[in-house]
């Protein structure tokens, strides 16, 4: 099986720090690239194709930071958000101005999980699902927070989750 790639001319250099980039497995990596251009100004550094037009692997920057992309292939257990029927994991970009990088992904497609707000812990924050079913959250920090006020805040955003949970579980009765 032969493979051919694409690349944009850049300068190797050994990695001065550890680096953790996430691999995302995705049906259609050549549609959920173009996407990402779209929704996050994503920049193509490399991608590799497979002789039926597939994608071995793509590598993208969102930022800055590098982020990687692979074709699904169930058969070898390579499984997307949308052939698992969900995901657990969730991308943070923290970015200077979030409600244009939210705006802008939502524009491209994104689904609003939950809407930008201002947050305790000092970020305007929201999640976004891109079409592909990985989950991003979205957030700009816009105030410094002293830890009694996160401790505070962290209280009273659990009794309101669990007054959520109470008010949902008398609901489903």
Request: hydrophobic share 40%; with cysteine; charged share 20%.
């Amino acid at each position: 099986m032969t493979a051919t790639a694409t690349t944009t001319p850049q300068t190797t250099k050994p990695a001065a720090a550890t680096l953790l980039t996430p691999h995302l497995v995705c049906r259609d990596v050549a549609g959920a690239i173009e996407f990402y251009k779209r929704a996050f100004g994503a920049e193509e550094m490399r991608v590799v194709r497979t002789p039926d037009g597939g994608v071995m692997h793509a590598a993208l920057t969102v930022g800055g930071a590098m982020l990687f992309l692979a074709d699904e292939c169930p058969e070898f257990g390579s499984r997307s958000p949308q052939g698992l029927g969900g995901t657990p994991v969730t991308l943070h970009l923290h970015v200077p101005d979030c409600d244009a990088v939210f705006d802008r992904a939502v524009r491209a497609g994104c689904t609003v999980k939950m809407p930008l707000e201002n947050m305790f812990w000092g970020d305007r924050y929201g999640v976004l699902q891109d079409p592909y079913g990985h989950a991003w959250s979205i957030a700009t920090n816009v105030r410094h927070v002293s830890q009694e006020e996160m401790e505070k805040g962290a209280a009273a955003c659990g009794e309101q989750m669990k007054q959520e949970l109470e008010r949902r579980k008398a609901a489903a009765r």
